[in-house]
C-alpha cells in the first residue's frame, strides 16, 4: 500500500487564461512548422491495429484508484503545467461535442477533481443536473469542496462509484463525458456497453483521452516530452510511479480506429475519433 505523502514541492495556481491561449498558439505553430504534413484536429490515418489493450490489464481497480488518491493534492496544477494549460482546452471541446443543453441531466465519468464536471455543470444551468462520477474519495473531495466555492452553486452530485457498475438506470442520461479516464479502466468494452446502457436514445457522449500519433515525428515527440517533462517533474514531486505509468497505459490503449469499433461492439449507433492537436489527444465522439 503507498503512502499518502504530501508533495515535497509545492506549485502556483492555475496558468491566467491568457497564457493558457498563448501556449495553445505557439504549440499550433511550432506543431505547423515543424511537422508541416501533419494533421491538426482533422481525421487522420491511424497505425496498424494492435490487441494488446484487450490483454489482462496491468494494475488491478485497488492500485488504480490508489494512485488517484495520492496525486489528488497536486493533479490539477500538474495537468495545467504538463499541459501548458493546454487540457483545459481539450475539455472543452469534449464537452461541446457532448452537445449538453439547458436543463439536461449530463454524466462525467471518472470525473476526478471535477474538471468537465463542472463544465457540464455550467451548460445544464439551474434546471439541469450533473452527476460526476469517480472511485478516487481523495478526488471526489476536491471536486466537490470547487463547486462547493463557486456561486451560484453548480447542479452537481458527486457519486463514489466504479464506471464499470453505475449506480444509474436504463437510459437516463441526455449527454456524458469522460476525460482521461477510459485509458484507466479495467476493461474498455465494458465501461462502453455501461456508458451506453444508461444514455437515452439519440444522447452523445464524448471521450477524451491520450492518442499515439499516426505520424512519426509527433509520436518520438510525444514520447520525448513524456520521457524529458512530465516523468522528472513528476519525480521531483515524489510521485515517479504515478506518472511513468502513462506512457505504458498509452501503448496499450486502442487507437481512434479500434475505440471506434469496440463503441459500435457496445452498441453506439455512431462513433467518430477526432485527433486533436495532431493526434497526441483524440476525442471519441458517441451517439448512442
Ligand atoms: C486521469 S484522471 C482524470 C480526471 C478528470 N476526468 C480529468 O480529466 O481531469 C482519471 C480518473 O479516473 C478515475 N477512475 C479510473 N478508473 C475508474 C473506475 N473504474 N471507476 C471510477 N473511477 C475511475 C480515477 O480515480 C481518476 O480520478
Not at 11 to 19: D, T
Not at 27 to 54: E, G, H, M, Q, R
Not at 99 to 122: F, W
Request: include cysteine.
Amino acid at each position: 500500500m503507498l503512502s499518502v505523502a504530501s508533495p515535497p514541492l509545492a506549485l502556483p495556481n492555475k496558468l491566467p487564461i491568457h497564457f493558457t491561449k498563448f501556449a495553445a498558439t505557439i504549440c499550433a505553430k511550432v506543431l505547423k512548422t515543424v511537422f508541416p504534413n501533419a494533421a491538426i484536429a482533422s481525421p487522420i490515418d491511424y497505425v496498424p491495429l494492435s490487441t494488446s489493450w484487450n490483454k489482462v490489464a496491468i494494475m488491478n481497480s485497488t492500485e488504480i484508484r490508489t494512485i488517484f488518491d495520492r496525486i489528488a493534492p497536486v493533479y490539477d496544477q500538474l495537468n495545467d503545467w504538463l499541459s501548458l494549460g493546454q487540457h483545459r482546452i481539450w475539455k472543452q471541446m469534449a464537452v461541446k461535442w457532448s452537445q449538453p443543453q439547458a436543463g439536461n441531466t449530463c454524466l462525467d465519468l471518472c470525473c476526478g477533481s471535477g474538471d468537465l464536471a463542472l463544465r457540464l455543470g455550467r451548460q445544464v444551468g439551474a434546471t439541469g443536473h450533473v452527476y460526476g462520477v469517480d472511485f478516487s474519495p481523495a478526488q471526489l473531495a476536491i471536486a466537490r469542496e470547487r463547486s462547493q466555492r463557486q456561486y451560484p452553486r453548480p447542479p452537481i452530485s458527486w457519486v463514489e462509484a466504479d464506471v464499470l457498475h453505475l449506480p444509474f438506470s436504463d437510459n437516463y442520461f441526455d449527454a456524458a463525458t469522460m476525460g482521461y479516464g477510459l485509458r484507466n479502466v479495467t476493461s474498455i468494452p465494458h465501461s462502453l456497453k455501461e456508458l451506453h446502457r444508461v444514455l437515452k436514445l439519440g444522447a452523445k457522449a464524448a471521450i477524451l483521452d491520450f492518442h499515439r500519433p499516426s505520424n512519426l515525428q509527433l509520436r518520438a515527440f510525444q514520447q520525448w516530452y513524456l520521457d524529458t517533462i512530465v516523468v522528472p517533474i513528476a519525480h521531483n514531486l515524489g510521485l515517479t510511479e504515478e506518472y511513468a505509468y502513462i506512457s505504458p497505459s498509452l501503448d496499450r490503449f486502442p487507437t481512434g480506429r479500434e475505440q471506434v469499433e469496440l463503441a459500435r461492439q457496445a452498441g453506439f449507433a455512431e462513433a467518430i475519433h477526432y485527433p486533436i492537436s495532431g493526434g497526441i489527444m483524440g476525442v471519441l465522439v458517441l451517439a448512442r
